[in-house]
């Protein structure tokens, strides 16, 4: 059979079960895919013979009639996520050569129940950037082109070698992870669906941490169904994270029925950002009209702080940063510069980390590092920690009128060209996360997915934010909405 | 509030990051373009609100303070760039 690789996680599970197939089929079919896969370095570090030895053991699984939703289905791991004994860098110099000697509680639980990795994915370092630019790796690229024209997009960030991969039909799933849009905005950028949960549903535990308090691993995927059968595997409480929800995990899939009938969607009009195209605002208002046609209430809602969220993200996110890119030493792992004679401890530190970390990175750990210095504490990181106070609170209040989710744009624009935003300064890039921003500081689960194209071809997406905990329900709002507006478009091979 | 080369450099030596004393201008900048973006924090009204110190509102899980995990040092030195005789080996820091 040809084309395993273009399958869903749905239907590639479904025909497992059927034997139609073998998870050993579907894994070459990938790998292969993969091999010729360079030109859009996706995949940064391939484990062909880990996926052959899973993809073995779960066809014995699957003969033995023991096949939980994921077993024998190939996906790709983000560089952020540790697994054991595979190089596990978060697209960081300072992570060179670094092999965990343990599994990361989310790739575990994938494990547990079967799924096949075939590979580490590119990403930007630290997760710090919306383009994929600033990976240690090189830019990763989107498999999507305006046209005709041969100028290399970004597949967004910064789980952008996630998205690449997926939307070219390299693996059937992938891990991301979304610290301020990091799964959401390059889903969009490529035409596939990805969730972020509510924070403390994935365990943090073995994923190289960014900034603690906004961080969550979610699903991206080929459609909406595929996103709650992989999120499901990926969630449940975990004692190694203090943060972790002891909640039951629900039947994602189970609950997608596709009627929305009475549901009331949310509109806030802080997000008719001034200057936004007008393709953004025709996609936003069919989406509207869909889920209206769709049954369910549109009402207009106001979420009064949304202009202060990127704002107080970039003091929070680089203050949590700056304490937990410490640990990148010289002296538990990775990097150390080489010395000069009469160097001491504090020259191997500074030295390390000027080698090790990137230019971003160094950026936002000693931006950090200002905000949460003496004399600055209270002015920077405690008011960006009550306008974030705020920032939930107006989520709260608009939940609190009975609203069931509310339905933004997942992006400002389209994908722009890898290189096009080099010369702008940096506080331009950070406003590609303008509509996801707030979802990580109010701790809400957010799904991006794809509903259009624009004139030159490009997919856009549509966000839907839920209410916590309720992920399930947001799902089957999603699926209501992919299936009136069936976008099924996929990029022309090129690569 | 404006960040000139002296405040580039203090903050660069706390965060343990060695910068070139030619590249001090440009980082500085940088740094006021990004708190210039920050300061628009100062137009909200925060008066009575609590700094959020956690997203969700569960009480963090508590365990019993024991050891769970341990006594595998080899795999703790495994990635050190520099060990010796069970311990991380650094320059040295005492006279």
Same mark, same amino acid.
């Given at each position: 059979?040809?084309?395993l690789?273009?399958?869903?996680l749905?239907e590639?599970?479904?025909?497992?079960?059927?034997?139609?197939?073998?998870?050993?089929?579907?894994?070459?079919?990938?790998?292969?895919?993969?091999?010729? !896969?360079?030109?859009?370095?996706?995949?940064?570090?391939?484990?062909?013979?880990?996926?052959?030895?899973?993809?073995?053991?779960a066809?014995?699984?699957?003969?033995?009639?023991?096949?939980?939703?994921?077993?024998?289905?190939?996906?790709?791991?983000?560089?952020?996520?540790?697994?054991?004994?595979?190089?596990?860098q978060?697209?960081?110099?300072?992570?060179?050569?670094?092999?965990?000697?343990?599994?990361?509680?989310? !790739?575990?639980?994938?494990?547990?129940?079967g799924?096949?990795?075939?590979?580490?994915?590119?990403?930007?370092?630290?997760?710090?950037? !919306?383009? @994929?630019?600033?990976?240690?790796?090189?830019?990763?690229? @989107?498999?999507?082109?305006?046209?005709n024209?041969?100028?290399?997009?970004?597949?967004?960030?910064?789980?952008?070698?996630?998205?690449?991969?997926?939307?070219?039909?390299?693996?059937?799933?992938?891990?991301?992870t979304?610290?301020?849009?990091?799964?959401?905005?390059?889903?969009?950028?490529?035409?596939?669906?990805?969730?972020?949960?509510?924070?403390?549903?994935?365990?943090?535990?073995g994923?190289?941490?960014?900034a603690?308090?906004?961080?969550?691993?979610?699903?991206?995927?080929?459609d909406?169904?595929?996103?709650?059968?992989?999120?499901?595997?990926?969630?449940?409480?975990d004692?190694?994270?203090?943060?972790?929800?002891d909640?039951?995990?629900?039947?994602?899939?189970?609950?997608?029925?596709?009627?929305i009938?009475?549901?009331?969607?949310?509109?806030?009009?802080?997000?008719?950002?001034?200057?936004?195209?007008?393709?953004?605002?025709?996609?936003?208002?069919?989406?509207?009209a869909?889920?209206?046609?769709a049954?369910?209430?549109?009402?207009?809602?106001?979420?009064?702080?949304?202009?202060?969220?990127l704002?107080?993200?970039?003091?929070?996110?680089?203050?949590?940063?700056?304490?937990?890119?410490?640990?990148?030493?010289?002296?538990?792992?990775?990097?150390?510069?080489?010395?000069?004679?009469?160097?001491?401890?504090?020259?191997?530190?500074?030295?390390?980390r000027?080698?090790?970390?990137?230019?971003?990175?160094?950026?936002?750990?000693?931006?950090?590092t200002?905000?949460?210095?003496?004399?600055?504490?209270?002015?920077?990181?405690n008011?960006?920690?009550?306008v974030?106070?705020?920032?939930?609170?107006?989520?709260?209040?608009?939940?609190?009128?009975?609203?069931?989710?509310?339905?933004?744009?997942a992006?400002?624009?389209?994908?722009?060209?890898?290189?096009?935003?080099?010369?702008?300064?940096?506080?331009?890039?950070?406003?590609?996360?303008?509509?996801?921003?707030?979802?990580?500081?109010?701790?809400?689960?957010?799904?991006?997915?794809?509903?259009?194209?624009?004139?030159?071809?490009?997919?856009?997406g549509?966000?839907?934010?839920?209410?916590?905990?309720?992920?399930?329900?947001?799902?089957?709002?999603?699926?209501?909405?992919? @299936?009136?507006a069936?976008?099924?478009?996929?990029?022309?091979?090129?690569? | 509030?404006?960040?000139?080369?002296?405040t580039?450099?203090?903050?660069?030596?706390?965060?343990?990051?060695?910068v070139?004393?030619?590249?001090?201008?440009a980082?500085?900048?940088?740094? @006021?373009?990004?708190?210039?973006?920050?300061?628009?924090?100062?137009?909200?009204?925060?008066?009575?609100?609590?700094?959020?110190?956690?997203?969700?509102?569960?009480?963090?899980?508590?365990?019993?303070?024991?050891?769970?995990?341990?006594?595998?040092?080899?795999?703790?030195?495994?990635?050190?760039?520099?060990?010796?005789e069970?311990?991380f080996?650094?320059?040295?820091?005492?006279?």
């Amino acid at each position: 059979m040809s084309d395993l690789n273009k399958l869903t996680l749905a239907e590639a599970r479904d025909k497992l079960r059927a034997k139609d197939v073998t998870s050993v089929e579907l894994t070459e079919a990938c790998l292969t895919a993969i091999e010729g !896969s360079s030109a859009l370095n996706a995949f940064v570090h391939n484990t062909p013979e880990i996926a052959m030895e899973q993809a073995k053991a779960a066809d014995a699984r699957l003969a033995a009639g023991d096949a939980p939703a994921m077993c024998g289905l190939p996906i790709g791991i983000k560089d952020l996520f540790c697994t054991k004994g595979v190089p596990s860098q978060a697209a960081s110099g300072i992570l060179e050569g670094f092999k965990p000697e343990y599994e990361s509680t989310v !790739s575990q639980n994938l494990f547990d129940d079967g799924a096949v990795m075939l590979g580490k994915l590119n990403m930007d370092e630290f997760a710090m950037g !919306s383009s @994929n630019e600033t990976s240690v790796y090189g830019n990763a690229v @989107n498999p999507w082109r305006r046209g005709n024209d041969d100028a290399e997009l970004t597949p967004g960030g910064s789980s952008g070698g996630s998205a690449s991969a997926v939307s070219a039909d390299l693996c059937l799933a992938a891990t991301g992870t979304d610290t301020g849009g990091s799964i959401r905005q390059p889903a969009a950028f490529t035409g596939i669906t990805g969730i972020k949960p509510t924070y403390g549903r994935c365990s943090r535990w073995g994923i190289v941490a960014f900034a603690s308090s906004l961080d969550q691993a979610g699903p991206m995927t080929k459609d909406v169904r595929d996103a709650a059968i992989m999120l499901e595997t990926m969630c449940g409480h975990d004692p190694k994270d203090s943060t972790s929800a002891d909640l039951a995990v629900p039947n994602f899939e189970a609950m997608l029925t596709g009627d929305i009938k009475g549901k009331k969607i949310g509109i806030p009009k802080e997000y008719r950002m001034d200057g936004m195209p007008e393709e953004i605002e025709k996609l936003w208002a069919d989406g509207t009209a869909m889920m209206k046609d769709a049954g369910a209430e549109i009402v207009d809602i106001s979420l009064p702080h949304t202009k202060y969220a990127l704002p107080a993200y970039y003091v929070i996110a680089p203050a949590e940063a700056s304490s937990n890119l410490a640990r990148y030493d010289g002296v538990k792992y990775g990097h150390r510069a080489k010395l000069e004679a009469g160097d001491g401890i504090t020259e191997m530190y500074e030295k390390t980390r000027a080698e090790g970390f990137g230019p971003e990175v160094q950026r936002r750990v000693m931006i950090g590092t200002y905000v949460l210095s003496a004399g600055f504490y209270d002015a920077y990181y405690n008011r960006a920690r009550r306008v974030r106070a705020l920032i939930k609170k107006d989520f709260d209040d608009v939940f609190a009128t009975g609203v069931d989710a509310i339905l933004t744009p997942a992006t400002p624009s389209a994908a722009f060209g890898l290189g096009e935003m080099a010369d702008a300064d940096p506080v331009q890039m950070y406003l590609n996360d303008v509509f996801t921003v707030t979802v990580n500081l109010a701790g809400l689960p957010g799904i991006s997915i794809p509903t259009g194209l624009d004139k030159q071809g490009l997919p856009l997406g549509l966000q839907l934010i839920g209410r916590p905990w309720e992920e399930g329900d947001l799902l089957n709002c999603a699926y209501a909405l992919e @299936n009136a507006a069936g976008y099924v478009a996929k990029p022309n091979k090129w690569w | 509030m404006s960040i000139d080369r002296d405040t580039a450099a203090r903050v660069a030596k706390l965060a343990r990051i060695k910068v070139e004393e030619d590249a001090l201008p440009a980082l500085a900048e940088e740094f @006021n373009n990004i708190l210039g973006f920050i300061e628009q924090l100062n137009e909200v009204d925060v008066e009575g609100v609590e700094p959020m110190t956690s997203v969700t509102p569960q009480r963090l899980k508590r365990r019993v303070d024991e050891v769970t995990q341990g006594d595998m040092p080899e795999a703790v030195l495994k990635n050190a760039p520099d060990s010796r005789e069970g311990f991380f080996a650094v320059p040295k820091v005492v006279e």
